[in-house]
């Protein structure tokens, strides 16, 4: 009886053991957000006869390096390069600095959150989509000695058709 409790005993911390090894391992990892996302914010006042006028809908493309970002309200906006470092979120801003962006949640596949401070904003994943920014973005340029990725000759007017389109599905959504 006495052998028996102890290899219960023993049996348990290993598995104790192996379980903390492996969420160490994982917190170890720097996040992967590489793909095309997508995250909005609105009016809180939001409903039935609401129009698009007060809702901002963000499309971003994570490459390995650069952030791209398109935006009902403003268009392209200035690609930026990025850094992840573990669950942490950098930029390079002036004079290549790294800047903090956030901290990194990644709940699941498609749903990530980027917190800093008392905000937070939540990106969801662009599954099963098609004629996706990262589909368009295929011309480099360099300035300043950074190469990045820019839309293409009519390349833009063509992505913002479908980006729209998938504005208007999330506008519907939500309302």
């Not at 392209?76 to 903090?100: H, I, T, W």
Request: charge should be negative; include cysteine; proline fraction near 1%.
């Amino acid at each position: 009886m006495y052998k028996k409790s102890l290899l219960i005993v023993l049996f348990a911390l290993m598995f104790i053991a192996c379980k903390k090894e492996k969420n160490a391992e994982i917190k170890s990892k720097d996040i992967d957000i590489k793909g095309n996302w997508y995250l909005y914010s609105t009016d809180s006042n939001i409903g039935n006869n609401s129009t698009t006028d007060t809702f901002d809908y963000n499309e971003v493309f994570f490459d390995s390096n650069t952030m791209y970002r398109f935006s009902n309200l403003g268009g392209v906006l200035a690609p930026l390069f990025y850094k992840v470092s573990r669950d942490s979120l950098f930029y390079y801003g002036e004079e290549n600095q790294l800047e903090y962006i956030g901290r990194l949640n990644l709940k699941s596949q498609d749903n990530l959150l980027i917190m800093y401070q008392n905000d937070t904003l939540i990106l969801y994943k662009l599954i099963n989509e098609n004629k996706l920014m990262s589909e368009y973005l295929d011309t480099d340029i360099t300035i300043g000695g950074k190469t990045f990725k820019k839309f293409g000759k009519s390349k833009e007017e063509e992505f913002l058709n479908h980006f729209l389109d998938r504005m208007e599905t999330c506008f519907e959504k939500i309302k």
